[in-house]
């Protein structure tokens, strides 16, 4: 199938003349500087925060004299984003810059599609600032492909502040059994003690972070990241779990199935509900409510993790241009991105934290330099992971394959046991 695709891209490349759709691509008048009057960026950010986010970095390039054509497509993991991109790309149109993660940005890359950038980060020396777990994804073949705006860490937990005071929970909660115990308070209380949105790469990032907990870095790493071992996710640990997976079941509501994440957010946010284990993007909806990390809300890693990171970078790619005047209007758009003074603003809207390791954290919250200390350190240690729920573990359709056996254990259609004996053929399959 893969095949398949890129011989269909090629032709389209060959074959078909670019349409931009409303002639928003059009070049300004000028000389060799000459300049796109406008850009489109596909792109999945659409809940409140997201939007807030992606707003600075329009403002940016709106600022110098560049349009921002707006190409939404909703829905968290980016998969109903990349299913618009290859209608786009086998039909010759495909848009100037799109929001891509792990190891959906080199398999375009080994297609052949995306702009090469090494112009742009050799003049700004990015290679000096991007971790190489980053680049690792924003590299391809040694050229630069993407410009990374964020790094996103996923095993966080978030907790309405007041529910876990008036229930008298202690914040962090850093082992496994104060977990549960917090969770059979808070549902003892009345009130539902796990969001959760019953959409499989949600019930993924859950899954991976227990796997963290339950076997530590080595272990998730085995299972969890390529190539991955057919021992490790056969071995009791992973029966412990898909057995805490159950646990966890046994405390989201009755309405979770389908569920968008930010509205899973908004119910930890409106105190319906008192935890939600979710990636840091979870905190800009926190923010953009005007709660107050410490006193409304409290971020802590998912017990037993702590010293770990499972990690997704947001980048954008360029797709190939044919006129220099869309080239300069791409490198625009990319050399905002790597701003450092962006990388503070965007980031301390969006939830994450910069891609770039020279940037100050004096700007963020509590949370976000707890964030940003724990990335750091996770670099070091060679503790920091790529998520796999969020493209950087595997590449698609081994995460497809996950996801397909870790939802239908936590929708009751396998025991323990059986999860783990299918989770071991899917990914053997998938390779």
Request: proline share 4%; aromatic share 10%.
């Amino acid at each position: 199938m893969k095949k398949l695709l890129v011989i269909m891209v090629m032709l389209a490349v060959v074959f078909s003349a670019p349409v931009f759709a409303g002639g928003q691509q059009e070049k300004a008048e000028g000389d060799g500087q000459q300049m796109a009057k406008a850009i489109e960026v596909l792109h999945w950010w659409t809940s409140g925060g997201e939007a807030a986010a992606l707003n600075v970095l329009k403002e940016k390039v709106e600022a110098e004299g560049i349009k921002w054509v707006d190409t939404p497509v909703a829905g968290g993991s980016g998969v109903q984003a990349m299913t618009v991109l290859r209608s786009r790309v086998t039909a010759g149109n495909p848009p100037a810059a799109v929001q891509m993660l792990g190891y959906d940005i080199l398999d375009w890359a080994e297609m052949g599609v995306v702009a090469n950038l090494n112009e742009l980060a050799e003049e700004e020396n990015w290679d000096a600032v991007i971790p190489d777990a980053i680049k690792k994804f924003s590299k391809y073949d040694g050229k630069w492909i993407a410009a990374p705006v964020n790094v996103h860490s996923e095993n966080w937990v978030w907790a309405n502040q007041k529910i876990c005071d008036d229930l008298g929970i202690e914040l962090p909660i850093t082992t496994w059994e104060g977990y549960v115990d917090a969770l059979q308070k808070v549902q003892d209380s009345g009130k539902v003690a796990l969001a959760h949105g019953g959409q499989p790469w949600q019930t993924g990032t859950i899954f991976e972070s227990v796997v963290l907990g339950v076997g530590g870095p080595e272990f998730y790493e085995k299972t969890m990241n390529v190539p991955m071992d057919q021992d490790a996710l056969k071995s009791d640990q992973m029966l412990e779990a898909f057995k805490r997976m159950e646990t966890l079941r046994g405390f989201v509501d009755d309405n979770f199935s389908g569920r968008d994440w930010n509205l899973a957010s908004a119910m930890v946010i409106k105190g319906q509900a008192a935890f939600q284990m979710m990636g840091d993007f979870a905190k800009g909806e926190f923010l953009r409510a005007d709660m107050v990390p410490g006193e409304d809300f409290f971020g802590f890693r998912t017990p037993g993790t702590k010293g770990s990171v499972t990690f997704n970078a947001d980048q954008f790619v360029m797709f190939e241009k044919e006129s220099q005047a869309k080239r300069n209007a791409q490198k625009v758009l990319a050399k905002n991105v790597m701003d450092p003074e962006f990388q503070v603003s965007f980031n301390v809207v969006k939830g994450s934290v910069p891609a770039r390791t020279d940037v100050p954290d004096d700007e963020f919250t509590i949370i976000g330099k707890e964030a940003m200390k724990d990335l750091a350190q996770a670099n070091d240690d060679g503790t920091l992971f790529g998520s796999l729920a969020h493209g950087h573990g595997a590449p698609s359709a081994i995460k497809e394959a996950v996801f397909d056996v870790v939802s239908a254990h936590f929708n009751g259609q396998y025991t323990a046991e059986e999860a783990v004996e299918a989770l071991a053929k899917a990914v053997e399959a998938a390779k």
